[in-house]
Structures are given as structure tokens and as C-alpha cells.
């Protein structure tokens, strides 16, 4: 039987020599062997290794994971995807670094998921990620967690199999009710009154300062939301709207169950039809949170403000 072509390490790192020692071993590793490199990680981190690796940095990717991997539910379609699928024919490489010192409480459940689903998204396919951890400015569960989610764990010394790989409780473990909001505007909606609520969307986030493009995308994000529940969650739903810590807050929650853990996650041939309207919603906003069971299911979806 053959080994499993796709390979998802953790790297636990403790200082900025170890970060910057580990990833550029692994890029350069990658360029002499003739594979295309991608580095997605947060700008600090990213500077870092660029001044490391010199010219050698031309003949990378790079990109700055606190804008390109603002909402982790864009992560897997709009980076890692989007790199992998322009390379198929070889293997590739990618530093992916989606949880650093900062991610919110909010943030941090989608960040463990998003890092659970890459097991799914690119089994069979000849891609490693390499996935940093910072083990002192990060909080001891996240790091056990990393555990969890990826099957190959290194430091600077060694390399080691994971004993506590198990990527679906991770999944699943996030898959919770999130906490009420103790102000908002509300409307029921069905096929009746579908641009009611995405106006009710665009109502609060008026009110938060945002207007132009940023505007269009929230009404965007709403309507598809909207959409979902009519074809998919029996018909009908409700939109809440709130502010929270500096970001509008737009939730849909309809009757509706999302059994494919990757909904929203794969990218579409747009000469294809077929449903993509998460998909969407994952790549306009910053943060998006999913709770979902039989016959229930909640989608927020976060935008920071102007």
C-alpha cells in the first residue's frame, strides 16, 4: 500500500531563531528539489523570513496570513487551494501559519477547525504544510490542540508522530452554540421579503461607518445567507445584526443541517453551476462561525468595522 502523499507537520518553535531556522530549512529544502513554495504567515514572521532567505525569496510566494487568512474559513480555498491547484503536476510545499499570539477567543474555535479540515481537504494529493506554532506566546491548550490536528509533530530536534491526532473531535468539539448577543435587530424572512433582510444588514452596518465596496459586501454576504436558507434550510430563517467589539456581526439561522464539514471551503470552476454561495460569504468577510445539527443551523459572519 502507498504512503500517503499529503504531509501536515506542526512545528512548535520557542524564539525567533528556532521560527526562522525551521522554515527557511524547509523552503530551501523545497527550492533545491525544484517544488513551488508558498509562505503564508503573519507580516512579522514574514519579513523575517524573507531577510533569511534573500534572493531566494524571489522564487517564493509569500503573503501575509493576518490579511490573506483574516477569516480562517478563506484560508483553504483562497491560499492553500489556490497555490496547490496551480502546481498539479508535482509536489508542492507551503508554510501556512493561521494561529498566532493575538487571534481572539472568537477567532480561535474557526482556526482549530480550519487547521482540522486541511487533513480533509488535500488527502491524496502530493502537498505538505507546515504549520508553525509559537509554544510561548500561544495558551497550552492551543498547542495541545495542534496535536490533535496534525498527524506529524517536529521542533528544531526531532520529529515525531502524533498520538493524539483526531481531527473530527476537533470539528466537531468547535461545532457549539455561540453566545448571545444582548442587543440587535431581527427580521424573519422567507421568499417574501429576502432584500428586507439583507437591507437590515446594510441598515447596521451603515450605522458602523462602512459604505462603497465594503457595503456591497456586507448586502452580498446577507443575501447569500439568505439564499441558503431558502434552498437549503427549509424555506425560511432569521437575520440578527449586531455590533461586537468593533466588528458588525450579521447571523442567519435557519432549519437546515451542513453535513459536508468542507462546504464553503472548495473553490468553484465558475464555468461550472452548482452552489457556492458559503463559498462567498467565507472569502467577503473576516470571520466566520458555524453551528450546525439536525434541523439547525447558525452561520455569523464577522466584518471589522472602518
Known sequence: MLAEPFSHPALFYRSDGEYVAATTAFVREGLAAGEPVAIAVPGRNLAM????????????????MTVAGRNPGRIIPAVLRDFADRHRHGHVRIIGEPIWPGRSETEYPACAQHEALINMAFTGRHVTILCPYDTVGLEPE??????RTHPVLRDVAREWHSDDYAPEQVVEGHNRPMEEPEEFLSLRFDHTNLSAARALAAEQAAKMGFTGDRLDDIRLAAAELGANSLDHGGGSGTIRAWAEDGRLVCEVSDAGHI???LAG????DPRHSGSRGLLIVNLLSDLVRVHTRAGATT??????AP
Open 142 to 147: 492551543v498547542i495541545r490542540e495542534a496535536a
Open 299 to 304: 452561520i455569523r459572519v464577522y466584518f471589522d
Open 49 to 64: 523570513i524573507e531577510a533569511e532567505l534573500g534572493p531566494d525569496a524571489d522564487a517564493v510566494k509569500l503573503l501575509d
Open 265 to 268: 471551503r472548495r473553490p468553484v
Open 259 to 261: 453535513t459536508d464539514p
